[in-house]
């Protein structure tokens, strides 16, 4: 399949604090601290100012619909830190779907990591409390709702105190550093062009 020129794709990853548009009346920090983008290309999905992570930017609409209509479920991969150490019991209620709205929330892959994963230390940190520990959850989902991750970690009783995106379709956060922003490759466009 041949991509039209005009075509831009960059993998971005986002700090925490960060907003995923290009201005803000309150001054807050947003992309364009972090270009130059060109003018015409905008985040497919959204990161709340919270959370960290892999964004792809694009302006070719066509990607932007598949990846973020529920109807295709293109996997989204996080790393959650939370309050706390979920049980089996906890853990198997994420997998099998939270209830949010009357409308339960899709099968979730969960894994409670065993050790901490190599991520840059997030400024300002997390809220450290001395009586209860903390513990890394990965959660792929395939599908995006408005702070569904932290939605489902809270209704389990384990806040999110930390939310990283390292996944979004066919592409990881790899070795991006925090603010970091490349363009595809040639093979990388191919590949998500035949995801569709």
């Given at each position: 399949?041949?991509?039209h020129a005009t075509k831009q794709y960059f993998l971005f990853h986002k700090p925490y604090g960060v907003?995923?548009?290009?201005?803000?009346?309150?001054?807050?920090?947003?992309?364009?601290?972090?270009?130059?983008?060109?003018?015409?290309?905008?985040?497919?999905?959204?990161?709340?100012?919270?959370?960290?992570?892999?964004?792809?930017?694009?302006n070719d609409n066509e990607a932007k619909h598949r990846l973020t209509d529920p109807r295709y479920e293109?996997?989204?991969?996080?790393?959650?830190?939370?309050?706390?150490?979920?049980?089996?019991?906890?853990?198997?209620?994420?997998?099998?779907?939270?209830?949010?709205?009357?409308?339960?929330?899709?099968?979730?892959?969960?894994?409670?990591?065993?050790?901490?994963?190599?991520?840059?230390?997030?400024?300002?940190?997390?809220?450290?409390?001395?009586?209860?520990?903390?513990?890394?959850?990965?959660?792929?989902?395939?599908?995006?709702?408005?702070?569904?991750?932290?939605?489902?970690?809270?209704?389990?009783?384990?806040?999110?105190?930390?939310?990283?995106?390292?996944?979004?379709?066919?592409?990881?956060?790899?070795?991006?550093?925090?603010?970091?922003?490349?363009?595809?490759?040639?093979?990388?466009?191919?590949?998500?062009?035949?995801?569709?």
């Amino acid at each position: 399949m041949t991509v039209h020129a005009t075509k831009q794709y960059f993998l971005f990853h986002k700090p925490y604090g960060v907003l995923c548009q290009f201005t803000d009346d309150l001054g807050r920090k947003t992309l364009k601290d972090f270009g130059p983008f060109p003018k015409d290309v905008y985040s497919v999905g959204r990161l709340d100012l919270e959370s960290e992570g892999l964004l792809l930017l694009t302006n070719d609409n066509e990607a932007k619909h598949r990846l973020t209509d529920p109807r295709y479920e293109h996997e989204r991969c996080y790393l959650a830190q939370v309050e706390g150490i979920p049980s089996s019991e906890a853990l198997e209620r994420l997998r099998e779907g939270i209830l949010f709205k009357g409308k339960r929330t899709k099968s979730t892959h969960v894994r409670l990591l065993s050790d901490e994963p190599k991520m840059p230390q997030r400024i300002p940190g997390i809220r450290i409390r001395k009586t209860i520990p903390t513990s890394w959850l990965e959660l792929k989902l395939r599908e995006g709702r408005n702070h569904q991750v932290r939605k489902m970690t809270a209704s389990v009783g384990h806040p999110t105190l930390r939310l990283i995106r390292i996944g979004l379709g066919a592409f990881s956060l790899g070795n991006l550093k925090c603010g970091e922003c490349r363009s595809l490759t040639h093979q990388e466009i191919e590949k998500l062009r035949h995801s569709f």
